[in-house]
Nanobody, 118 residues
Framework: EVQLVESGGGLVQPGGSLGLSCTASGFKFSNYDINWLRQLPGKDLEWVSTITTEGRLAQYATTVSGRFTVSRDDAENTAYLEMTSLKTEDTGIYYC???????????RGQGTQVTVSA
């Protein structure tokens, strides 16, 4: 069974940092690009970042470029999203996923809540 489990969400002040993890099981992790998506309050699911196989390429939405860093450890079947200079508008539920075309993915985790608030 394919599973993706996010962790690391929480409450952080504006300007702060937070790191998310995505641990995968049930498939050969190293064969897949891994994506991060988020759903902001009242908005549709949006793509945030992708890291391709072997970590060769990292891509970011313009709204997070320069502030977020995606990485992966294939030996641990885990992907990471390091978020810095967080803004209140980054508040939302963050998901990791595989097999995505835009925000449409074949498997997605349950998500982890990130709240940026003073």
């Amino acid at each position: 069974e394919v599973q993706l489990v996010e962790s690391g969400g929480g409450l952080v002040q504006p300007g702060g940092s937070l790191g998310l993890s995505c641990t995968a099981s049930g498939f050969k992790f190293s064969n897949y690009d891994i994506n991060w998506l988020r759903q902001l309050p009242g908005k549709d699911l949006e793509w945030v970042s992708t890291i391709t196989t072997e970590g060769r390429l990292a891509q970011y939405a313009t709204t997070v470029s320069g502030r977020f860093t995606v990485s992966r450890d294939d030996a641990e079947n885990t992907a990471y999203l390091e978020m810095t200079s967080l803004k209140t508008e980054d508040t939302g539920i963050y998901y990791c996923a595989r097999g995505c075309i835009g925000a449409r993915c074949d498997y997605r985790g349950q998500g982890t809540q990130v709240t940026v608030s003073a």
